[in-house]
């Protein structure tokens, strides 16, 4: 029996058992080793309806959409329609950010791998038409810019909509049509939805939410996102085997299954090279690539993306080079779990691939002064503070506001903070079931404090 046929019975056996451990409605996988695809799944698309999963089911792929559209952005580099060092505004030239000096400045590349530094979480619903991409960057004008262009990274939903923005443009077409024009025509995808009314096509996953951990997941109130942020991740949904035939693409050279020449090889391999060093954040990587998640792991390298919608989170890994990958795609509860219990097993037998382990609060790592830590931090989402008692013990109390608290998330949540790894700490009240999350305090602020609060998103310090 072949390596990828252990995988095969193993994930028989054991899907739908770990699922129901971690509370998560349903899910599909599909597996890619030695050209070959095996793929599974187990639970149910819709607890309200009872419909089951099945490996055709099309779940939502979250921000894993961000590798699409570089790929879009790419194809157009190809073409030598687009050049990635390039201001965005030599082809919108009505981009505007609150400031207009870093707007200015701000190039393609930098969208790409999250380092144009103005804040990055605008979900405005600008419509469900063809023109709610462009609605949505017109409204940029007054949004601020936390940091110089390409000076650090900052994960960037609204960059990709103004990346989006851009291929519209070139191409003459909304952003669904180009997904489905040069993506997948070409590709040969059969169960892939560019939104709602694609996917309703098909047999559909609707996310799960909990509003109380003690509580059942249940069927969300909404199936998506809205359109306007369709370049960012809102609305594009698949089955697990065609998101890894457009895996295969990338490690094929940029040629389809019937040889159709998708990317350039040159393309390809520039969107795996490193653009930006992470701060030790976990989950995230330490790198960023052009679209691409960069894992430095045993056995590696690996290149990657997750996503997350309303109820809906996605994992996908590749590892260049055994040319093995994974996509699992899930609608609720804690998937988190299930990504690390079935991944760490396939990566290692099948590439040789060790995941390190997630960050996990040490109280030996922690400093014994925390001035550099104290203080305030602020985006558009949340506020931050970070405080220490008389004890010495450090405290973060994070408070979401804007569209995070109208999304029912708006009461104040104070954990302590433990040490990690350097200035990177960890709070010990559990993100989800297993994952703790981690807080790195990065810059200078010029008096020995951090100037940023990172979570994947820098937080600006506020107080003086």
């Not at 699409?68 to 952005?73: E, F």
């Not at 009505?94 to 207009?100: C, H, V």
């Not at 960037?156 to 003459?172: F, S």
């Not at 690996?302 to 994974?326: C, E, M, Y």
Request: net charge negative; aromatic share 6%; with cysteine.
């Amino acid at each position: 029996m072949s390596k990828l046929s252990e995988i095969d019975a193993w994930l028989e056996d054991n899907l739908a058992a770990l699922l129901a451990e971690h509370r998560v409605p349903g899910a599909a996988i599909a597996v890619l080793a030695g050209g070959e695809v095996i793929d599974h799944a187990a639970g149910l698309l819709n607890t309200g309806t009872g419909v089951e999963s099945t490996v055709d089911s099309v779940f939502q792929i979250g921000s894993i959409t961000k590798l699409w559209t570089t790929t879009l952005a790419m194809q157009l580099v190809d073409e030598g329609r687009l050049e990635l060092d390039r201001p965005v505004r030599d082809y919108l030239p009505e981009f505007a950010l609150a400031d207009q000096a870093a707007a200015a400045r701000i190039t393609v590349r930098q969208l790409t791998c999250h380092t144009a530094g103005f804040e990055g979480d605008i979900f405005t619903d600008t419509g469900t038409g063809d023109d709610c991409v462009a609605k949505l960057v017109a409204t940029l004008s007054e949004v601020p810019q936390l940091f110089a262009p390409g000076e650090m990274f900052s994960y960037n939903n609204a960059g990709y909509c103004v990346l989006g923005r851009v291929i519209e443009v070139l191409r003459g077409k909304s952003y669904d049509e180009c997904v489905r024009d040069h993506l997948f025509v070409p590709l040969g995808l059969t169960h892939a939805a560019a939104g709602p009314y694609d996917a309703i096509r098909y047999r559909a996953a609707i996310g799960h939410v909990q509003p109380t951990p003690e509580e059942a997941p249940q069927p969300a109130p909404v199936w998506a996102l809205a359109r306007s942020n369709a370049p960012a991740g809102s609305t594009l949904a698949m089955r697990p085997r065609d998101l890894l035939t457009f895996v295969r693409m990338h490690l094929n050279g940029g040629r389809a299954d019937d040889g159709t020449q998708v990317l350039t090889p040159e393309s390809v391999a520039a969107m795996r090279e490193q653009q930006v060093v992470l701060p030790d954040l976990g989950m995230l990587g330490d790198a960023w690539g052009l679209g691409w998640m960069l894992f430095d792991w045993p056995g590696g390298p690996v290149i990657g993306h997750d996503g997350g919608t309303i109820g809906q989170s996605a994992f996908l890994r590749v590892v260049p080079g055994p040319d093995v990958a994974v996509a699992l795609l899930t609608n609720g509860g804690s998937p988190t779990q299930v990504y690390l219990e079935v991944f760490r097993k396939v990566l290692d037998e099948l590439a040789g691939v060790r995941m390190p382990a997630l960050p996990q609060p040490n109280p030996a790592e922690t400093p014994a002064d925390g001035t550099r830590y104290v203080g305030e931090y602020s985006s558009a989402v949340a506020d931050t503070v970070v405080s220490q008692d008389t004890d010495g013990r450090l405290w973060i109390e994070h408070t979401p506001k804007g569209i995070m608290a109208e999304a029912g998330g708006g009461t104040p949540d104070k954990t302590e903070l433990l040490g990690w790894k350097g200035d990177t700490l960890v709070a010990t009240h559990q993100q989800l079931p297993g994952v703790y999350l981690a807080h790195a305090f990065v810059g200078d602020d010029g008096d020995g404090r951090a100037l940023y609060l990172h979570t994947g998103r820098a937080d600006r310090r506020v107080s003086r």
